[in-house]
């Protein structure tokens, strides 16, 4: 099996920043792409980022003030985020597709989510 471990989050004040961490572990052959997405309360869960390769990808709302970034050697993906905004604020989740084995296509894993609170 495989799991997904995330830390960080928290509360930060109106344009303060914060990190968030997810190490995969587990029967791990190849991980394909890691990211969060994030869902606020009353709304769908949408994209943050994801990295796959030497490829980024950002939603819109967060383009120009998140920056991901992943560590191969240690299946870790990071989630920079600054000028943070009180739109911000969600359950942040990690994602990775992950093959364990061998010619066998990826599957999606998730994390138990981390809540950000952007609040003066």
């Known amino acids: 099996q495989v799991q997904l471990v995330e830390s960080g989050g928290g509360l930060v004040q109106p344009g303060g920043s914060l990190g968030l961490s997810c190490a995969a572990s587990?029967?791990?052959?190849?991980?394909?792409?890691m990211g969060w997405y994030r869902q606020a309360p009353g709304k769908q869960r949408e994209m943050v980022a994801v990295i796959s390769g030497a490829s980024t990808s950002y939603g819109d709302p967060v383009k120009g003030r998140f920056t991901i970034s992943r560590d191969i050697v240690k299946n870790t993906v990071y989630l920079q985020m600054n000028s943070l905004k009180p739109d911000d604020t969600a359950v942040y989740y990690c994602?990775?597709?992950?093959?364990?084995?061998?010619?066998?296509?990826?599957?999606?894993?998730w994390g138990q989510g981390t809540q950000v609170t952007v609040s003066s």
């Open positions: 994602y990775a597709a992950i093959s364990m084995r061998s010619a066998s296509a990826p599957s999606d894993y």
């Open positions: 587990g029967s791990i052959f190849s991980v394909y792409a």
